[in-house]
């Protein structure tokens, strides 16, 4: 069983950074974790899930919705099998829980419905 697990959230003032972290446990992914999709999602209270970015399995290519491009920068760490997300100059409409998603399915991964594994979340509040 695929584990994710999220850490790195927390309480910041507007402008500033946070980076979360996506630990990875389970079958798999001590030797195949960079044929994984690795995706991030975030839910607002109130409002739907929405996809924040993603990272493929073949070259590394990198996503991001309009709302984050430029302030936010998905990586890997390959080495601790961990999915990050750096995210700089935060704003208060950034506030939500945050999730981490793999999968082995082929493709951009910028829709929820295609992932197969999920983490718990981390809580990321943002305040002016």
């Known amino acids: 069983q695929v584990q994710l697990g999220e850490s790195g959230g927390g309480l910041v003032q507007a402008g500033g950074s946070l980076r979360l972290s996506c630990a990875t446990t389970g079958p798999g992914f001590g030797v195949s974790f960079s044929w994984y999709v690795m995706g991030w999602f975030r839910q607002a209270p109130g409002k739907e899930r929405e996809f924040v970015s993603s990272?493929?399995?073949?070259?590394?290519?990198?996503y991001y919705a309009n709302s984050v491009k430029g302030r936010f920068t998905i990586f890997r760490d390959k080495a601790k099998n961990s999915a990050l997300l750096e995210m700089n100059n935060l704003k208060p409409e950034d506030t939500a829980v945050y999730y981490c998603a793999a999968t082995l399915r082929s493709g951009a991964g910028t829709f929820g419905s295609h992932y197969d594994y999920w983490g718990q979340g981390t809580q990321v509040t943002i305040f002016s």
């Open positions: 990272m493929v399995r073949t070259d590394d290519s990198t």
